[in-house]
């Protein structure tokens, strides 16, 4: 998806009253590349070499360089937030990581609806939904897992 699809689909609001439980959500495709797996270890000062030196991440027994746990959790985040809309907020994620990211490969980030639920802090004016959502490499073979809370506006009366 280019900058600026993204960009207009992220201006669509969503509401909690819409959504249900087992709704799908549409999420999008990434190309790992050399320079997306260096990046964000270089920013959150992860000194973990494997993440941008190939001839480490061979004498540690992977096949070459691989995005890095804060970046696997934001491609979630990111599938929760370009559904939902730039008014939702995330209020909390997990994740799993089963098998490496490595660079070269295409990345399939999806999601479904789980649970919607409405918090009593949080008053008439919102609600939660719970999204599992799931990063799969070309071959289907599930990199990474996890949930992704997202607080929501309610649909105004009237």
């Not at 280019?2 to 609001?13: G, L, Y």
């Not at 590349?33 to 991440?57: E, G, I, N, V």
């Not at 937030?81 to 209020?91: F, R």
């Not at 071959?139 to 929501?152: A, T």
Request: glycine content about 8%; overall charge neutral; some cysteine.
């Amino acid at each position: 998806m280019t900058p600026a699809a993204r960009s207009e689909k992220r201006t669509a609001m969503l509401y909690w009253d819409d959504i249900q439980p087992g709704q799908p959500v549409d999420g999008f495709t990434l190309k790992v590349t050399r320079l997306k797996c260096a990046f964000a270890p270089s920013t959150t000062l992860d000194r973990f070499a494997a993440h941008y030196d190939p001839d480490f991440a061979h004498a540690v027994g992977l096949e070459t360089v691989s995005l890095n746990t804060a970046q696997l959790l934001g491609l979630l985040d990111r599938c929760a937030t370009d559904w939902a809309g730039p008014e939702a907020l995330i209020i909390r994620h997990e994740i799993r990581i089963g098998r490496p990211a490595y660079e070269d490969y295409e990345l399939k980030v999806s999601g479904e609806v789980t649970r919607v639920w409405q918090r009593p802090a949080d008053g008439e004016g919102k609600g939660c939904a719970e999204l599992a959502c799931t990063i799969a490499n070309q071959h289907g073979l599930v990199i990474s897992s996890g949930k992704v809370g997202v607080l929501l506006h309610r649909r105004p009366a009237g």
